[in-house]
């Protein structure tokens, strides 16, 4: 075969898992095309609007972040992503445009973060590989709520923006140190920056994975003298990746923030009580996600694709007992500073913290999915040793899993049923999605249209039940979600009944 036409085929396939990509991923697309924006949305653009009438469009938005590091909490980075877009809210397109961004852009990095995972440190074929980062894809848009990432303007500049950006530190961190160039060094350095300006457990989760690769290339790495720049390239971006994160914890506003929600108590939790929570809650949510979505058939095939790979890496017992260790670090220091930082035993019990619960799952998600990887090469190197076909165990994996989807379909229908996929589409199907888009836009409409120094009192129908984030507005005008549409909208107040 001709270069041309190799070429051309690897092309070709490689369009083909982006095609399967989009596939997986369309009704999240589909859920930020009805993006809404409300509460914090407006306060922003309400704050920036103010900078904007002396500073340029930059300018503003820095002047926003600086105040809210200073007064409410130290994302930096979700603050001046929110301070550069407040002008594309009346007609809806702008904000919808960013998000349908936001959606592709945590596909691909996901996708690139487990393909370079299981190319760079296990050896997987790029087809192996990708199916891998498919399936991840898959899991991750099934597991908890969804809509607060991925169709809320503040939600995915404080979350997933963030978590985009560590998703490509860790990747390009893996590349510098199997590539050794800086060029890559540089990228884990920028992305590992922006990533530390986002909420505290995305920083938490971000620096924990940074810190374990650490560890492992500083293992990895037999002769110091001699790889001193390999070295460099590694732990360059790591500070400076802290030293953002520190940046953060270090906020002003994260303890003005702190009193305001524990109604001026302060922290009433403290290190070993919060540690101990953080182990209650990963219990708890290990057990849902094996129960109520379809992560047991994941994690299933991911360990045939290992088995039947062609990667010559070898997993000893003392490194899939390091990799366990590390996995368990990382998903404690995801949700440790959240547990810590509101004082709450129980996270599941927060209201509207649903961003939080599928930050949290998302963790354990892929921890599970690279120790899978590991055990499974862990068991093809047992296979080998005791002269045992591995080819031969391997179909007998492939039959015990066609014999369990069958025998089990049921069950994996109705884990399908509770991921966040279907329930999108089945509130597309139903038209509630687009019933509660539509009419909290009428509702915004009609705001704008009244006399400008007026007060205002809709009453409206109650909205049928949606997974799409959708704000709280009520008949209290002082509430601070209906006085900052309000201001937005120059009217003196806003007060809203469900009927």
Not at 212 to 223: C, P
Not at 313 to 332: C, H
Not at 349 to 375: G, K, N, P, Q, T
């Amino acid at each position: 075969m001709s270069k041309s036409n190799t070429g051309l085929k690897s092309y070709l396939k490689y369009l083909g898992y982006l095609f399967v990509a989009f596939i997986i991923g369309y009704p999240h697309f589909v859920l930020a095309r009805f993006t809404i924006p409300g509460a914090d949305d407006f306060s922003c653009a309400n704050a920036v609007a103010g900078y904007r009438e002396t500073h340029n469009f930059l300018t503003s938005a820095i002047l926003y972040a600086r105040d809210v590091y200073q007064n409410w909490q130290g994302t930096y980075t979700g603050e001046i992503i929110m301070g550069l877009e407040p002008s594309v809210r009346e007609s809806f397109f702008g904000i919808r445009l960013i998000m349908l961004g936001c959606v592709a852009l945590f596909i691909l990095s996901l996708i690139f973060l487990i393909y370079t995972v299981c190319t760079k440190f296990l050896g997987l074929t790029s087809g192996q590989a990708m199916t891998a980062g498919l399936l991840a894809e898959f899991i991750a848009f099934n597991i908890s709520l969804t809509g607060e990432l991925f169709s809320w303007f503040t939600g995915a500049a404080v979350y997933t923006f963030p978590l985009i950006a560590f998703m490509l530190c860790a990747s390009f961190s893996i590349r510098s140190y199997f590539d050794n160039k800086i060029v890559y060094a540089v990228l884990a350095a920028v992305f590992g920056i922006i990533g530390a300006g986002g909420s505290l457990e995305v920083v938490g989760f971000g620096c924990a994975v940074f810190f374990v690769l650490l560890v492992v290339y500083t293992i990895g790495i037999k002769n110091i003298k001699v790889n001193i720049k390999k070295l460099a390239f590694l732990y360059v971006p790591f500070v400076l990746t802290v030293a953002g994160a520190l940046v953060n914890v270090a906020a002003p506003g994260n303890y003005v923030r702190s009193e305001a929600i524990n109604q001026g108590q302060g922290v009433s939790m403290e290190f070993y009580p919060s540690f101990e929570a953080s182990g209650f809650n990963l219990i708890t949510h290990i057990g849902g996600l094996i129960t109520a979505y379809m992560l047991p058939l994941v994690l299933f095939i991911v360990f045939i694709i290992c088995i039947c790979s062609v990667s010559k890496v070898v997993i000893s017992g003392k490194t899939l007992i390091a990799s366990v260790v590390g996995a368990l670090f990382i998903t404690m220091v995801t949700i440790f500073p959240v547990i810590l930082g509101y004082a709450d035993y129980n996270m599941d019990a927060w209201v509207s913290s649903s961003r939080v619960i599928y930050m949290f799952d998302l963790s354990i998600v892929l921890v599970l999915i690279v120790l899978v990887c590991e055990i499974a090469l862990y068991v093809k190197e047992l296979l080998k040793r005791n002269n045992v076909s591995v080819k031969e165990q391997a179909y007998k994996s492939i039959i015990v899993l066609i014999a369990l989807a069958l025998l089990f379909s049921g069950e994996i229908i109705k884990n399908y049923q509770n991921g966040m996929n279907y329930k999108i589409m089945d509130d597309l199907k139903n038209e509630r999605m687009q019933i509660a888009a539509a009419q909290m836009a009428d509702m915004y409409h009609k705001i704008d249209d009244s006399e400008d120094g007026t007060d205002v009192t809709l009453v409206e129908p109650v909205l049928p039940g949606t997974v799409l984030y959708i704000p709280l507005y009520i008949d209290y005008p002082a509430y601070f979600a209906n006085a900052e549409v309000a201001d937005y909208y120059d009217v003196n107040s806003f007060s809203l009944y469900w009927c």
